[in-house]
């Protein structure tokens, strides 16, 4: 059964760190473009970061730019997001998401960053 499983939220203070996690299975991932996508509450779900099959490609939402980083491991079938100088406003819902050639979505892993 192909599944997209998240890890790694948490609460953190505002300035710190956090890295999330996305394991795939039932896929041959190396031939998946990947992202990561948030959810707060009372608004839409926007993308924070893509990341094309090969890791050549990556791209990220205007609000994470300089703060957040995209990578994956195609022999571990992973794909992770390093979130710095984490601010109130990251605050969120983080979902892993198969972007093409079709979409899957996981679960998602809530991260509330707060003191």
């Known amino acids: 059964q192909a599944q997209l499983v998240e890890s790694g939220g948490g609460l953190v203070q505002p300035g710190g760190s956090l890295r999330l996690s996305c394991a795939a299975s039932?896929?041959?991932?190396?031939?998946?473009?990947m992202g990561w996508y948030r959810q707060a509450p009372g608004k839409e779900r926007e993308l924070v970061a893509f990341?094309?099959?090969?890791?050549?490609?990556?791209e990220y939402g205007d609000s994470v730019k300089g703060r957040f980083t995209i990578s994956r491991d195609n022999s571990a079938s992973r794909v992770y997001l390093q979130m710095n100088s984490l601010k109130s406003e990251d605050t969120a819902v983080y979902y892993c998401?198969?972007?093409?050639?079709?979409?899957?979505w996981g679960q998602g892993t809530q991260v509330t960053v707060s003191s």
């Open positions: 998401k198969v972007v093409r050639p079709f979409q899957h």
């Open positions: 039932g896929f041959i991932f190396s031939n998946l473009d």
């Open positions: 990341i094309n099959s090969n890791g050549y490609r990556r």
